[in-house]
């Protein structure tokens, strides 16, 4: 029986840690907003240079009330937003963004994976086309209506 409790211990599955070019997570939450600029791509680096506004600046602060307010192992309230163009950063991950695509919020949890991205790529703004479904017009068959 102890023999088998060792073998399971030994069998445990090893998650991969998760790195942003390099720094582990924890580092990640812990970087000053310059040292994070350092990392990531350069036009989030030029948005972060030229400065937050007012409007991403109010969203990190709805995020961090979220997280606050949320239970303990609970998923934080939705916080709706229309900001398509705000690069997620260390802060936002866990929290979980209603993003708007012009006619609905999508809800979308925020990962690690999703660092240095933009808010509105994980919310389409189209449908995709569905090829090979014909619809009318699609046919000449589809043209002919008999009268009677």
């Known amino acids: 029986m102890a023999d088998d409790a060792g073998a399971a211990s030994a069998k445990r599955r090893q998650f ?11 580092a990640l939450l812990d970087l000053s907003s310059e040292q994070l600029m350092g990392l990531v791509h350069a036009r989030a680096r030029r948005k972060f240079t030229r400065g937050l506004q ?19 192992h609970e998923k934080p309230a939705v ?5 398509r163009d705000m690069v997620i950063v260390p802060e936002m991950i866990g929290s979980v963004i209603g993003i708007y695509n012009g006619k609905v919020f999508n809800q979308v949890e925020i990962k690690a ?27 000449h068959s589809s043209r002919f209506i008999p009268l009677k």
């Open 16 to 26: 991969r840690k998760f790195s942003y070019r390099g720094v582990d997570l924890d």
């Open 113 to 139: 994976e999703m660092m240095g991205h933009y808010l509105g790529e994980f919310s389409i703004t189209y449908k995709p086309v569905r090829h090979g479904r014909p619809g009318i017009g699609a046919t």
């Open 79 to 83: 916080v709706k937003t229309h900001l």
């Open 54 to 72: 007012r409007k991403p600046m109010a969203l990190i602060k709805k995020l961090r009330k979220a997280k606050k307010e949320a239970a303990e």
